[in-house]
């Protein structure tokens, strides 16, 4: 069938059966039109979940503005979750552990299941994840409750921040690297992130000027000490393999280690340090080089260090600026794909430390994306940032994304199957619908055939617009019914 035609109408409470179906057909290659489809083990369709009510929201910037000062959790909030999944006419293949007969219609239910805590073995090479949730002994304590949130999943990744405010923190503030590093050292297949600041009073109004002055003092090894000894903190705290996310998010203007005013200093004050901490004895740190989606207010690329001091490519990824569908996320210039072609392009792993919600409200089709995202390219770890307005658990306005966040990676703890090309967007063409290799960068409304198309939509069904690479491995556009949409909201 024609990749423009509606295949699926969709009514009832199916924005969670929209988000499987497409997270199926994502990670599954090209999908329904290939062949078999395997549906991940859905959560029992009214688990006991519960979704702690939202803090105050933080200062309106796509990072923790203080991400190290911590707040007492509020009190919870039944969720509950109905998948009631349609799929498109074209026949899927169950999988063998739940085999169901199609309907006359052609379509597949999801027959839900109460899988609990999962008995799966832990796969150590499988996909890390887990969730920003506060960066000292709080934060240790919430990986728990997030974990049972979502049945039991396997949190591999803690992810903290060093306060910038003071070289003394940036040093190995204890009230934050101690509670971590017990976590870490507790299971061997742990990953210890670190956001490390590259100058103090990081979150201060420092003008160009005076962050010029100061990456030049840092290049010319001014700072050596501050990091040295950070450097033999961790290494004393026996978690020597931190993943170090330095100097993040440089391509912006929020932070004092930010690169512009003088890149070229920028970069040999990142190679200084990244040499000064490699000295030390017993240290594995990597380090991740991780800029803000997009041009910001320098391209991206103008900061990369090199090769020798980068060991992760990186991305901050949040839902904005108000109205940038996930789609024109993806082909932005230095974008999604942007990022993990250079990536590619240098042999890097990439990352995503952080993403989340933010200008766009309770964007599902956005967390359906970058789940969808993350499971095609497979980075080495992602974590999603949990406090309003960003986050999935924390923050009770977003509950459509939770939704989605909680059924697809409820008790997640092996890898999905992906494409065999983790960082490849190449749709394979098929006898009965050959299609180009190269992913589209038009947007639907922009292709007369899929006009016509979306005026043969039923009348109260409002077309979900997720871009051309995503409707062609679902194999068509897909609507929401406006009446139910109208009920949820």
Not at 106 to 132: I, N, R, Y
Not at 360 to 368: E, I, K, Q, R, S
Not at 463 to 479: N, V
Request: some cysteine; glycine content about 8%; overall charge negative.
């Amino acid at each position: 069938m024609a990749p423009q035609q509606c295949r699926a109408r969709i009514g009832r409470p199916a924005v969670i059966a929209v988000a499987v179906a497409v997270f199926v057909t994502l990670v599954s290659g090209p999908g329904f039109v290939a062949g078999a489809v395997s549906f991940p083990d859905p959560p029992d369709p009214t688990p006991a979940a519960p979704v702690p009510s939202a803090p105050a929201p933080t200062a309106s910037a796509p990072t923790p503005v203080t991400p190290f000062a911590e707040t007492e959790s509020a009190q919870p909030q039944e969720a509950t979750l109905t998948p009631v999944p349609t799929a498109p006419s074209d026949s899927v293949a169950p999988t063998p552990s739940d085999s169901v007969p199609p309907t006359p219609s052609g379509s597949v239910p999801l027959t839900p299941s109460a899988p609990g805590p999962s008995t799966a073995p832990l796969a150590k090479d499988g996909p890390a994840f887990g969730a920003f949730l506060g960066s000292g002994a709080l934060g240790v304590a919430r990986m728990e409750e997030f974990s049972n949130w979502l049945g039991g999943a396997d949190l591999r990744v803690g992810h903290t921040y060093l306060p910038g405010d003071s070289w003394s923190n940036i040093e190995g503030a204890p009230d934050v690297l101690d509670p971590w590093a017990r976590w870490r050292r507790d299971r061997d297949d742990r990953m210890l992130v670190l956001n490390v600041p590259m100058q103090e009073r990081n979150e201060y109004p420092v003008s160009d000027a005076q962050v010029r002055l100061l990456l030049r003092q840092g290049a010319a090894g001014q700072f050596d000490h501050h990091f040295r000894a950070l450097a033999e903190r961790l290494v004393a705290l026996k978690v020597p393999d931190t993943i170090l996310v330095l100097g993040w998010e440089m391509n912006g203007t929020t932070y004092a280690h930010r690169c512009g005013p003088d890149p070229e200093a920028w970069k040999e004050y990142w190679n200084r340090i990244v040499t000064t901490m490699r000295s030390v004895p017993g240290q594995k740190f990597r380090f991740d080089f991780t800029p803000n989606r997009g041009r910001d207010a320098v391209p991206w690329t103008t900061c990369y260090p090199g090769d020798d001091t980068v060991d992760i490519i990186g991305m901050d990824t949040y839902d904005q600026p108000e109205g940038l569908s996930f789609a024109e996320q993806v082909t932005e210039p230095y974008g999604l794909q942007a990022h993990v072609d250079f990536a590619k392009s240098h042999n890097k792993p990439i990352s995503y430390a952080e993403w989340g919600l933010f200008r766009n409200g309770d964007n599902a089709v956005y967390t359906l994306g970058m789940l969808a995202w993350i499971a095609m390219h497979k980075p080495l770890y992602n974590t999603v940032t949990d406090y309003c307005p960003h986050g999935v658990w924390q923050c009770a306005a977003n509950t459509m994304s939770s939704r989605i966040y909680q059924f697809i990676l409820f008790g997640r703890t092996e890898e999905p199957a992906v494409p065999e090309d983790p960082v490849s967007t190449e749709v394979p063409a098929t006898p009965e619908d050959p299609v180009p290799t190269e992913v589209p960068v038009t947007q639907p409304t922009s292709n007369p055939s899929a006009e016509a198309d979306l005026s043969q939509l039923p009348a109260r069904c409002s077309s979900l617009h997720l871009g051309d690479w995503i409707e062609h491995w679902f194999g068509g556009k897909l609507c929401l019914l406006l009446e139910w949409w109208s009920r949820i909201r």
